[in-house]
């Protein structure tokens, strides 16, 4: 077996893995449920090569991405649900019924055209798979996978509210809900009811993600930032604290807040 630039070849190796026959072992004894996790690591390498514009990475995070839904396939195939074939007839057929601008006769002058033609089109798709279901009637909020981040879910659901006018009017309005929200956090912390601590902070990072969507930022991006940025401050307290001799669980608040407006102040200036 030899590395190859055709898919085909992927397809095979993955198959050979699960050979019972000479296969691997570890490759033979997963399900879907034990490489789900993998799939969603996977993705987030992809992501955090695009953000780093590290294009080596990305090539490599891209081909262990691309080993994913082989990987599930083969194990379909294996139960008769479907094979790769499958999957890849599904996603060409939806891609050319999602853009009749490009492959039919319909016209879409601009990418917003393109894009409200695109969400018609997944409502009736929705519809469609509701019928079949027989699930009733659909929902705008149907197909929001349970699985997303919180964040970037809460940020999802508030959208599709959004398309049916269900929607604050402006930024200032959601402000307001943030601050509403807030006091209310503070009371239930308050009161020492755990309970409503824990339903009220919700109710508050929920209102942040629609905020966020109402400023146009990504909520999830902006906290994966904010992340980021508190690891690098906090690896300068650190450092700060080994320069001084100070072990820094014992160097306290006053001194190690000292060293994280330090580098505030170098983030400010640079």
């Not at 009749?100 to 393109?114: I, K, R, S, T, W």
């Not at 027989?134 to 705008?140: E, I």
């Not at 100070?246 to 330090?262: F, I, K, Q, S, T």
């Amino acid at each position: 077996m030899q590395p190859s630039r055709d898919i085909s070849r992927l397809i095979d190796i993955m198959a050979a893995l699960r050979n019972p026959v000479g296969g691997c072992p570890w490759d033979l004894v997963q399900d879907f449920s034990t490489i789900r996790h993998y799939t969603i690591e996977e993705a987030y390498e992809v992501a955090d090569a695009i953000e780093r514009q590290d294009f080596a990475d990305l090539r490599e995070e891209l081909g262990d991405l691309l080993l994913q839904p082989i990987y599930h396939a083969q194990m379909a195939s294996e139960a008769g649900h479907f094979d790769i074939g499958d999957v890849i007839y599904a996603i060409t057929d939806k891609l050319i019924r999602r853009h009749p601008h490009v492959f039919g006769a319909l016209e879409a002058n601009d990418a917003d055209a393109a894009q409200s033609r695109w969400e018609a089109i997944k409502v009736e798709e929705r519809a469609a798979k509701a019928a079949r279901k027989g699930d009733g009637l659909p929902s705008v909020l149907d197909d929001v996978a349970n699985t997303l981040p919180a964040l970037a879910r809460a940020e999802k659901l508030t959208r599709r509210a959004a398309r049916v006018g269900f929607d604050w009017p402006d930024l200032a309005a959601v402000n307001a809900k943030v601050s509403e929200e807030l006091s209310e956090v503070m009371d239930a912390a308050a009161s020492g009811n755990e309970a409503a601590t824990h339903e009220e902070i919700g109710d508050l990072l929920f209102a942040v993600a629609n905020l966020a969507r109402h400023a146009g930022v990504d909520a999830e991006a902006a906290l994966r930032d904010a992340n980021q940025k508190f690891t690098r401050r906090f690896y300068h307290v650190e450092a700060r604290a080994r320069e001084d001799g100070v072990a820094v669980e014992a160097a306290g608040l006053e001194r190690l807040d000292g060293y994280w407006n330090e580098i505030r102040a170098a983030d400010k200036t640079s």
